[in-house]
């Protein structure tokens, strides 16, 4: 069984600055590309940012030079540093990464964790 642990999510002053943090558990062989994605109320789900095993990164135009994306491969985490934030990241977050469950089967899998809300309010 695979889990991912979403944490530090909150309410934040536009401006500010929050860490995310998503720790991956469970019966895992490997990680490949690990991401964050965000909802909004009444909006699709949308990518935020993507990482590579190799550290390779993928950001939405809309976060460019305000998210830092980073991983801990040996620990299973993975963080999104947000500043600068805006009202218009309100949303859910979600952690997302493809999973490899053991040596036998070349298969990533793709797994959610639960979400954390972020708020960005004056």
């Known amino acids: 069984q695979v889990q991912l642990v979403e944490s530090g999510g909150g309410l934040v002053q536009p401006g500010g600055s929050l860490r995310l943090s998503c720790a991956a558990s469970?019966?895992?062989?490997?990680?490949?590309?690990m991401g964050w994605y965000r909802q909004a109320p009444g909006k699709q789900r949308e990518l935020v940012a993507r990482?590579?095993?190799?550290?390779?990164?993928k950001f939405a135009d809309s976060v460019k030079g305000r998210f830092t994306i980073s991983r801990d491969n040996a620990k299973n985490t993975l963080d999104l540093q947000m500043n600068t934030l805006k009202p218009e990241d309100t949303a859910a977050y979600y952690c997302?990464?493809?999973?490899?469950?053991?040596?036998?089967?070349?298969?990533?899998?793709?797994?959610w964790g639960q979400g954390t809300q972020v708020t960005v309010s004056a």
């Open positions: 997302n990464a493809l999973i490899r469950l053991d040596y036998s089967s070349s298969t990533y899998r793709s797994y």
């Open positions: 469970g019966t895992i062989f490997s990680i490949g590309s």
């Open positions: 990482i590579t095993s190799g550290g390779d990164t």
